[in-house]
């Protein structure tokens, strides 16, 4: 089991890429953010 405490979308997908999990699961989906949009995490765009 790997944990990894980032809200950071990017760098999720990153380690998700090396790592080759089964499975991810990931907390809180709400707090993440990208920086592709200009929004704050957990507003509507950013959903």
Known sequence: ?????????????????????EVLIIDSIQTLSSPLLESAPGTVSQR
């Open 1 to 21: 089991m790997f944990l990894l405490p980032e809200t950071h979308l990017d760098f999720i997908l990153v380690e998700a890429t090396v790592l080759e999990p």
